[in-house]
């Protein structure tokens, strides 16, 4: 269920961004002197630097891997996940860090779009049919050279509570190149109830949405990682197989009998990001 949780004070919130300034600078400061590590320890760094950065905002990490141990160290995969704020990013992250595919505006952002660019996000511009053939290209090249590819399938930003459909387009990329798929399902939670709270909805800024994590009373992230899905079949036979693991229960239906914690009105349209 969706519930209201009392936000922590404000000075308690500045700390936390002041706290999350100074990790951030020395974490990206160090990391440009990890590509002289080999794969495995840049790696390692990235994915605690990414947990570091979740527990400085207030958010508790919970992961609940499915993948037999060996398959945790597999090179090469096509992570999807459902979408629901730029948190989602940084969760991941702590899982396997990867290449981002996200929509060319993201990198246009004040900020956010300039760490984008620091992190070699892919950028995608949605809807041109024209230039979706070399993206693919792209995202074949890279996991076929071992290296692991993130996507968010739906396209879009949702609440949490429900979930869009997935386009099959980039699943082509994992068959070409004959690379697993890794689900990911990201769910967020407040004080252990479901929250909608990191939401990147409606009117929402990187700013207003940052300002609600950090003044979270206790916002916790359960990052499930499902077994392998070998790159069998065709691109909307793995496309349908993700989503039935990562897809939430609940409907669209369901918003309408659930309080929403949002400070905004809910839109009747997913936002693309």
């Known amino acids: 269920m969706h519930t209201y949780v009392e936000p922590v004070s404000r000075l308690r919130a500045s700390a936390r961004v002041t706290a999350l300034v100074t990790v951030g600078l020395a974490v990206v400061t160090v990391g440009v002197l990890t590509i002289l590590l080999p794969r495995t320890a ?27 141990p060996g398959a945790r160290r597999l090179r090469g995969a096509l992570m999807v996940a459902n979408h629901i704020s730029f948190l989602d990013i940084v969760a991941l992250a702590c899982v396997s860090p990867a290449r981002f595919v ?3 505006e993201v990198l246009q952002m004040g900020g956010f779009g300039a760490v984008a ?33 993130a996507v968010f399938p739906e396209g879009t930003t949702w609440c949490g509570t429900a979930s869009g ?9 994992a068959v070409d190149a004959g690379v697993p798929v890794l689900p990911v399902r990201l769910s967020y939670t407040d004080q252990g109830h479901r929250t909608t709270m990191p939401g990147f909805l409606a009117d929402d800024t990187i700013g207003s949405t940052l300002a609600r994590i950090v003044r979270s009373r206790d916002l916790a992230v359960t ?3 499902f077994d392998l899905l070998m790159p069998a079949g065709d691109r909307r036979h793995l496309a349908a197989l993700a989503q039935d693991l990562i897809a939430p229960v ?21 936002v693309v990001v």
């Open 42 to 68: 840049r790696h390692g760094y990235w994915r605690g630097s990414a947990k570091v950065a979740l527990r400085t905002m207030g958010v508790v990490l919970e992961i609940d891997d499915h993948r037999p």
């Open 102 to 104: 996200a929509k060319r």
């Open 117 to 149: 660019k620091l992190f070699a996000v892919l950028p995608h511009r949605r809807g041109d049919l024209r230039r979706l053939r070399p993206m693919i290209d792209q995202v074949t090249e890279i996991l076929d050279a071992g290296r692991p590819v």
């Open 165 to 173: 459909t997935f386009k099959p387009a980039f699943f082509q990329s």
């Open 223 to 225: 990052v499930t990682v």
């Open 250 to 270: 609940e409907s669209v239906a369901a918003l309408e009998e659930l309080a929403v914690d949002l400070p905004v009105r809910m839109p009747t349209e997913p």
